[in-house]
């Protein structure tokens, strides 16, 4: 490991709303805090449209917009926001401890505490006719589009908890709501099963895939096939919704934090503290359930209150030491 080049009270990975919201709290709590973006600034938001659902925005907001106005009120407190990848990490198990952060495999930095809000990437299927249409009514949120598509015929794809409680969202607001499932049954809960099976606007497909997303500048169709007899079939749809899991974006912390069996960082009861102390996990790094920016940016309100209580039980414990 080379020379470490700065001391860092508060570091913040990641640039989603649970970034910028622990920016603005760690800033205003004069933490100095420095925030490293990550490769996709501004984070999922900025592959949305429009957000019409975080409040005091009556009119809806553009999320590339308002991942710019969350940096300026970051930046308005004195928050450093600097374009940079986290690469590497090494922190420290002692309480009081310095964590080492590798910043683009080449600077390493200390840090008093670290707010983790890498948050978590949406799984597409991976077929050309999707990623060409992804914003032109290919999504991966129901509860962040769905709206867009009232009173129009949609089609899910997954099998899940999310797919199963997105198909029933989307049924409430859609006209017909076709679900595809590859497999002759589903991964969702029974209780989420049943609620699938009894909205009667769902029409629920096993054993079925996408063949191919029609269209040429919007989704206009869907060509499914069955997986098991090869029959291929079209409906007309305006809306495409993806939901068959999310990865978080924990590589980089394997084997020093604690995640679920699906990577996911655990925090501590109620708190954003993780098993190191001074680092704190937000956002949809640490939620598979809710995912809104809503709830990011709650969590990391948290994240940066407990990073600066963490600071003062330091401070005043080396305070008594010292007496
Ligand atoms: P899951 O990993 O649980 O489910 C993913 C679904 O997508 C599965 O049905 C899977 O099929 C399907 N799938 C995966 N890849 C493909 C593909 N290439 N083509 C077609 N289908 C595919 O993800 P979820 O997001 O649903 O849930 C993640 C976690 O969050 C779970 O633990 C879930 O219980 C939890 N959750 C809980 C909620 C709640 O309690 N209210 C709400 C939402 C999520 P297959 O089964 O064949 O692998």
Redesign the pocket.
């Known amino acids: 490991m080379s020379e470490t080049t700065e001391r860092i009270k508060c570091l913040i990975i990641g640039s989603g709303p649970a970034g910028y919201t622990a920016a603005i709290y760690a800033a205003r709590a004069d933490l100095n805090p420095v925030m490293y973006t990550g490769l996709e600034p501004g984070g999922q938001l900025t592959t949305t449209t429009e957000v019409d659902n975080f409040p005091g925005y009556p009119e809806g907001v553009d999320g590339p917009a308002m991942m710019v106005d969350l940096q300026k009120q970051a930046e308005r407190f004195g928050t450093q926001v600097r374009m940079g990848m986290v690469t590497e990490v090494e922190f420290s198990k002692e309480v009081g401890g310095v964590h080492k952060v590798c910043v683009d495999n080449s600077t390493w930095l200390e840090a008093e505490t670290v707010i983790i809000s890498t948050g978590a990437t949406a ?1 597409y ?1 991976g077929l050309p006719s999707e990623q060409r249409l992804r914003g032109g009514g290919v999504s991966a949120c129901a509860v962040c589009d769905g709206f867009f598509y009232k009173g129009q015929d949609v089609a899910i ?7 199963a ?1 997105e198909a029933t969202y989307l049924a409430n607001i859609c006209t017909k709501v076709t679900m595809l ?3 002759d049954e ?4 029974k209780a989420m099963q049943h609620r699938v099976m009894n909205t009667k606007n769902i029409d629920l497909r096993y054993n079925t ?1 996408v063949d191919e997303v029609l269209g040429d500048q919007v989704v206009e169709g869907l060509r499914m096939v069955n997986n098991q007899t090869g029959e291929k079939e079209e409906i007309k749809i305006t809306g495409l919704f993806i ?4 990865k978080p974006n924990t590589e980089i912390f394997k084997g020093q934090l604690d995640m679920d069996s ?1 990577g996911y960082l655990i925090t501590k009861g109620k708190s954003t503290k993780t098993n190191i102390p001074g680092v704190f996990a937000s956002g949809d790094v640490q939620d ?2 809710y995912r809104q920016a809503i709830t990011a940016a709650g969590t990391g309100c948290m994240a940066a209150l407990d990073a600066e209580r963490y600071l003062a039980t330091i401070e005043s414990s080396e305070e008594v030491t010292a007496k």
């Open positions: 799984k299927l794809v997954g099998g899940g908890d999310t797919a409680e499932v590859r497999k589903m991964r969702a809960s895939e939901a068959i899991g999310h699906t598979k359930e």
